[in-house]
């Protein structure tokens, strides 16, 4: 595709529900990083993936936090049992090879209640 | 550490030039990076310079990079009210595997006033 894109825009879920983003990335990008925009926080580094492996799992916040990916094209974030606390914009990036510059999704604004 | 620092807040007169201060921590980033990020959009990669380069020009902006003090700088020359925005300084860092991580800086607010 022309860009990075994510599903959904916007994403309000009540406490204690699961959900699934998705990013889809620049075709051919072999790269693919997860980032979560939070006041206070700024942006923070969540989880990369080359082709799909995701050989740094060190940024997920915790165990309700899993991604895969897919023919190493689109992948999934799944927060289980959100927290408010997890409310935050979450950020998709892919990137040509490892190392490369990386482009950005315009995020899912999530929204736990 | 890894704290990447910036300014909140920048205001300037439109037609006047900005610069957006920064300083990272990663004395072996290769690369460093300017994103601005306008209201309810995701992260636009504005340029970058490569860490053996002291100067980059890209038509009104300019890149400074003095590694010796870890400080970067970007420089928007001739500003408008387009270019009201949040810039996002970020360093790039090794991860396993060979991926790269980007730590990025709380943000700098540019706000042109006409």
């Known amino acids: 595709g022309a860009g990075v894109s994510q599903s959904p825009s916007n994403k309000v879920t009540e406490k204690g529900k699961d959900v699934e983003l998705r990013c889809d990335p620049i075709?051919?990008?072999?790269?693919l990083y997860w980032y979560r925009q939070s006041l206070g926080q700024g942006l923070e580094f969540l989880i990369y993936?080359?082709?799909?492996?995701?050989?740094?799992k060190s940024g997920l916040p915790s165990d309700r936090f899993s991604a895969e990916r897919t023919g190493g094209s689109v992948s999934t974030l799944t927060i289980q049992r959100t927290q408010q606390e997890d409310s935050a914009v979450y950020l998709c990036?892919?990137?040509?090879?490892?190392?490369?510059?990386?482009?950005f999704g315009s995020g899912t604004q999530l929204s736990v209640l | 550490g890894e704290d990447v620092e910036q300014s909140l807040f920048l205001s300037v007169r439109e037609g006047d030039s900005s610069v957006i201060n920064c300083t990272y921590t990663?004395?072996?980033?290769?690369?460093l990076y300017w994103y601005k990020q306008e209201p309810g959009a995701g992260l636009q990669l504005l340029t970058y310079i490569f860490s053996n380069m002291d100067m980059k020009q890209d038509q009104r902006l300019t890149v400074l990079l003095n590694k010796k003090d870890k400080h970067l700088s970007l420089r928007i020359a001739d500003t408008q009210t387009g270019d009201s925005a949040i810039y996002f300084c970020?360093?790039?860092?090794?991860?396993?595997?060979?991926?790269?991580?980007?730590?990025f800086g709380t943000g700098t607010q540019l706000k042109v006033e006409l």
């Open positions: 990036a892919s990137s040509l090879a490892l190392g490369e510059k990386l482009f």
């Open positions: 993936f080359q082709g799909n492996s995701a050989p740094d």
């Open positions: 075709s051919g990008h072999t790269a």
């Open positions: 970020a360093e790039s860092m090794s991860l396993t595997g060979g991926g790269n991580k980007l730590t």
């Open positions: 990663d004395s072996s980033s290769t690369y």
